[in-house]
């Protein structure tokens, strides 16, 4: 078992239902000020700011980010890219990962079960943009297939997780 496996049962166990509030609060405005993240879950500042720094402490809360249109910055093409390997050594998924980690169009990076064992999420500001980021990928390492799907249309994206009530 993983770390991440052996831990998060205890850590659903030490989230109560304020802590699930705050979370889910956090999630749709991270810029509230600590008085009203308590007053919408029902605690005053101090013990509010403890809980908040406590779920940041256990690794609950990662990080506050703030959240950019993509196209308005220029991004305007989002590319789902499957990748298939012959190579399963460890090695190469070293060299593949830090490649790919250190490619700033990439949003996502998934090791995947089934037919395709690597999915990326790629934002390019434009068809030409995405060659280039292409030509680097495929080159980064030896891939058995590159497969590109580009986005049409948004239709759903959210960043808040379901917080589980229990």
Not at 125 to 143: C, E, N, T
Request: glycine residues 4%; proline residues 4%; neutral net charge.
């Amino acid at each position: 078992m993983t770390d991440l496996a052996v831990h998060a049962p205890d850590l659903n166990r030490r989230l109560d239902a304020i802590d699930r509030k705050i979370l889910t609060v956090l999630q749709q405005d991270a810029s509230l000020s600590v008085a009203e993240i308590g007053d919408r879950v029902g605690l005053s500042s101090t013990p509010c700011w403890k809980r908040i720094q406590r779920l940041e402490a256990d690794g609950v809360i990662l990080r506050r980010v703030a959240l950019v249109d993509q196209n308005k910055i220029g991004l305007g093409i989002t590319v789902f890219v499957s990748v298939e390997s012959a190579d399963h050594s460890e090695a190469w998924l070293q060299k593949f990962a830090e490649a790919v980690s250190a490619m700033p169009e990439v949003m996502e990076f998934y090791r995947m079960a089934g037919d395709v064992d690597y999915m990326l999420r790629v934002v390019a500001a434009d068809m030409q943009s995405y060659d280039v980021f292409y030509k680097r990928l495929i080159g980064a390492v030896p891939l058995k297939n590159v497969t590109s799907r580009f986005a049409m249309e948004k239709i759903k994206s959210v960043t808040s997780l379901p917080v589980p009530a229990n």
